[in-house]
Nanobody, 116 residues
Framework: QERLVESGGGLVQPGGSLRLSCIAS????????MSWYRRVPGKQHEQVAA???????KYADFVHGRFTISRDNAKNTVFLQMNSLDPEDTAVYYC??????????WGQGTQVTVSS
């Protein structure tokens, strides 16, 4: 059964860093793009970053060079290194398969809270 398990969130001060991880129990992992999304209460999921099979990344405009997405196909894991965090980055972060559109059901996500 396909599962997405996110981890690495937490409480961090403005300007701080976090590294999120997502393990996908997914036989297709090495053959599909992976993405990170985030969601705040009352709003829809918004894409944060995506990484293609060959490692090519793309980022939402609001990232402004602060985040880096990477993947380890041998471990079915995708990462999101987040630096220079801002209170507006506070959200639940999710990973999913796909370059533009999420393919699987959402996992439980990992809460990121940026606050002093």
């Amino acid at each position: 059964q396909e599962r997405l398990v996110e981890s690495g969130g937490g409480l961090v001060q403005p300007g701080g860093s976090l590294r999120l991880s997502c393990i996908a129990s997914e036989s297709l992992f090495s053959f599909v793009a992976m993405s990170w999304y985030r969601r705040v209460p009352g709003k829809q999921h918004e894409q944060v970053a995506a990484i293609a099979i060959n490692g090519t990344p793309k980022y939402a405009d609001f990232v402004h060079g602060r985040f880096t997405i990477s993947r380890d196909n041998a471990k079915n894991t995708v990462f999101l290194q987040m630096n220079s965090l801002d209170p507006e980055d506070t959200a639940v972060y999710y990973c999913n398969l796909g370059w533009n559109t999420p393919i699987r059901n959402w996992g439980q996500g990992t809460q990121v809270t940026v606050s002093s």
